[in-house]
């Protein structure tokens, strides 16, 4: 039987690659999801060579249907269970 965190660690590597290829960056780049408005943390982010995982702003949230991110940051736990195999 496959450890279920295995599975999901496999999962985010993967998201995270695919994420990488479609954009040409780096296999080595970091990438981090910031759920509001947060900008000195994000600007910080970016000033340090990561890539953030952007969304559309209009309302459909991307990052919500993505396990492509290192780094994860909301003040609201509704938001946490928003992310598939992340709860």
Known sequence: MINPRY???????????TFLKERSLPKDSKIFTIIGHYDDMRQEFLRRGWVEHEHDKNGVNDKFKSNAFHYLYTTKSKDIFRIPNLA
């Open 7 to 17: 599975r999901c660690e496999e999962e985010v590597s993967k998201a995270i690659a």
